[in-house]
């Protein structure tokens, strides 16, 4: 989305506002929870937690939402490639409604990347990232098999104390104010590593090596 402040925006930042917007105006009656998909920022459970609601990790894919948009579980539901939707709604992403919400808030409450702004001041600025590393067949095939139980080892990473490991949609990491997470690409021949630190853009790039080098 375009904005006067921040000029084009990601839509992990438009999902923060949108979320916070519709739990404060209470736009969306009877949910308790925000659902994200794994790769989504986890500014979201900081927003979720400051309004007392649940937060819903599931894996890639808008699918994966369905259940719970059908069941009115959703104040929203999103992925950080923009796809999104509520509860009461079409369990399918939804660019037209996205549009026209991020339309209401600018109407109602002014620039969006303002009101993203406010947020981060509140909660915390998220550094965040996605690499596309080349890769071939034999390496997607090892990463796709490991096990949360493969990495008992590594009990830091990037300076941070590793907190769990979830092996549901390739390997994600979580650490005391960070994660990492590395998935082979069903289409490509690449691994897609996404990272999110709320420390500096300098540790996001750390976390980056690191994930290359735990999977070496």
């Given at each position: ?48 937690k400051e309004h007392g609601l649940e937060l819903d990790e599931v894996n890639v894919g808008f699918k994966y939402f ?151």
């Amino acid at each position: 989305m375009a904005t006067k402040k921040g000029g084009l925006i990601p839509p992990n930042h438009a999902l923060c506002v949108m979320a916070d917007y519709l739990v404060r105006h209470h736009k969306i009656s009877g949910a308790g929870s925000i659902g994200r998909t794994l790769g989504t920022t986890s500014l979201l459970d900081r927003i979720a937690k400051e309004h007392g609601l649940e937060l819903d990790e599931v894996n890639v894919g808008f699918k994966y939402f369905v259940k719970g948009i059908v069941e009115r579980q959703y104040v929203l539901a999103g992925e950080e490639s923009a796809g999104m939707s509520v509860s009461g709604w079409t369990p399918e992403k939804d660019g037209i409604l996205a549009v026209c919400l991020l339309m209401e808030i600018s109407a109602a409450e002014g620039d969006i990347a303002s009101l993203y702004e406010q947020l981060t001041k509140k909660h915390g600025m998220p550094f965040y990232t996605r690499v596309d590393v080349p890769t071939d067949e034999a390496t997607k095939k090892r990463v796709k098999s490991m096990k949360a139980a493969d990495f008992k080892q590594i009990t830091e990473v990037a300076g941070e104390h590793v907190a769990r490991v979830r092996d549901t949609d390739g390997i994600k990491i979580y650490l005391q104010d960070s994660w990492l997470l590395v998935r082979p690409s069903g289409t490509e021949n690449i691994l897609k590593i996404y990272a999110e630190t709320f420390t500096s853009q300098a540790h996001l790039q750390e976390l980056i090596e690191q994930a290359k080098k735990i999977l070496a």
